[in-house]
């Protein structure tokens, strides 16, 4: 099976030893992406809608990097700082995705890099 890196200057450059997302076969898996502004490389101001707002904007340039869609995501993982941020981060993910939605898991944690109230990773399968 081949591998290749996906990448794009439309989202935001690694921060760490990883890839934007790799594509295995069919399967795109995409690294966290959490709420930096693609030509800044800083952390958006706002809240956590504005910052889950621009995270789903960084996964769909991946994926379009990747050729597909945010409609080709079957499973996304989010991290939020406060779990009281849950019913915030449903209603924007409703904006950047229609039924039938991926499967999903919402995970609160102690912190996220560069102090991120909110950071999503996803795998895609590219002509499911």
Avoid: C, W
């Avoid at 989202?11 to 690294?31: E, L, N």
């Avoid at 597909?68 to 779990?83: E, H, K, P, Q």
């Amino acid at each position: 099976m081949s591998r290749s890196i996906i990448s794009t200057d439309k989202a935001p450059a690694a921060i760490g030893p990883y890839s934007q997302a790799v594509k295995a076969g069919s399967t795109v898996y995409f690294s966290g992406q959490i709420p930096l502004d693609p030509a800044t490389g800083n952390l958006v101001e706002g809240d956590v809608a504005a910052q889950t707002h621009q995270v789903f904007r960084n996964l769909q340039a991946v994926a379009a990097a990747a050729g597909g869609t945010l409609s080709d995501f079957v499973r996304i993982g989010i991290y939020v700082t406060d779990l009281a941020n849950f019913a915030t981060v449903n209603a924007v993910m409703t904006e950047y995705f229609q039924a039938p939605f991926p499967a999903r898991s919402t995970i609160e944690v102690s912190a996220l890099p560069k102090a991120a109230q909110v950071e999503v990773d996803a795998v895609m399968v590219l002509g499911a």
